[in-house]
């Protein structure tokens, strides 16, 4: 699916696979992994993984606990746990999440908004590496 070997957090037990030559307009909704290689245009809301493969095309928005991009997507992601940008990953949307890794090659066009935790155990939020006005770095105010 990616060439280069699975990604790091791919569930053992994906539930539901769009394929290659599949089309899917609206929001697909799940609470299991998921797996892109054809295109969906609409987002896909709650889910436990997503995987877009190199193939794969989403034009949403994604909110689930993890997502690996292999392919294009052009909406927002919100991730509770991991984002993860393959070489040949593309991503023009907003990004929220407590982990980001983006491997070299990758594209990523937005801004990031990470999850950090607080001393005191709680979490807070932060601007990411960059805000809105590409190249600005924001620094983390934790109380």
Do not use: W
């Amino acid at each position: 699916m990616f060439g280069r070997g699975e990604p790091t957090v791919v569930d053992d037990r994906i539930k539901s696979i769009v394929a290659a030559e599949t089309y899917i307009q609206g929001t697909l909704r799940t609470h299991g992994s998921l797996i892109i290689d054809g295109k969906v245009e609409g987002g896909i809301a709650q889910a436990k993984q997503v995987v877009v493969g190199e193939q794969g095309e989403v034009k949403g928005d994604i909110t689930a606990e993890s997502v690996v991009v292999g392919g294009k997507v052009t909406g927002n992601i919100l991730a509770v746990k991991l984002v993860q940008v393959l070489s040949h990953g593309q991503i023009k949307g907003d990004i929220r999440t407590k982990s980001l890794h983006i491997e070299d090659g990758a594209v990523f066009d937005g801004a990031c908004t990470m999850n950090v935790e607080t001393p005191s155990g709680g979490s807070g939020t932060s601007e990411g590496a960059v805000d809105g006005k590409r190249g600005r770095v924001v620094t983390p105010l934790i109380k």
